[in-house]
């Protein structure tokens, strides 16, 4: 079994006026060459362990303890969850989280601490590499905008005490 301390958000990368489907996401990795050990139906090809829909329903894809195809380097210790969305109508990454992913996001986090040592919750774009050494990945690092906002602050009770001395 594979140790798993980090949960990973990713985002569809679809437009907020466009339906994609879990059935879209299945395909759209396939079409990629994303592969599974076991093709289990009937998603065969889905990278992500979890996917959510803009009304909050939850798809299970790779099962908790299958090695993801989300997050290169990453896939080996975490679970990566992507919610429906991630660009506005015009195209450009944002933040388009409906309520009910919003909830379903947090519940699942909470479901999957209960279940694994999570030890950080990042969004995808937190793992670009920190060119200037601040010890933050700024705008100007990141590789990519998934998950299109801003996903460490929301879960304060991962982030590391800092001491500030004198």
């Known amino acids: 079994m594979k140790k ?8 569809s990368a679809t437009r907020i006026t466009s339906d994609y489907t879990v059935e879209q996401l299945d395909a759209g990795h396939k079409a990629r060459g994303f592969k599974r050990p076991v093709q289990t139906e009937p998603l065969k090809y889905i990278g992500y362990q979890y996917y959510i829909r803009k009304d909050g329903t939850v798809y299970p ?5 299958e090695v993801g195809a989300h997050c290169k380097g990453w896939n080996n210790r975490s679970i990566g969850i992507c919610y429906e969305g991630g660009l ?3 195209g450009k990454a944002a933040d388009t989280r409906t309520p009910e992913q919003k909830d ?4 699942l986090v909470n479901e999957i601490c209960r279940r694994w040592k999570i030890v950080q919750v990042i969004g995808h774009r937190d793992i670009s590499p920190d060119t200037n050494n601040n010890g933050v ?3 100007f690092e990141r590789i990519k905008e998934c998950p299109c906002y801003d ?4 879960y304060p009770s991962f982030i590391p005490n800092i001491v500030v001395q004198p």
Do not use: Q, Y
């Open 4 to 11: 798993i301390d980090t949960i990973i958000i990713h985002c």
């Open 61 to 65: 894809g790779r099962h908790e303890d």
């Open 88 to 90: 506005d109508a015009s």
């Open 104 to 107: 379903a996001i947090n519940s």
């Open 137 to 139: 990945i700024d705008h």
């Open 151 to 154: 996903v460490i602050p929301e």
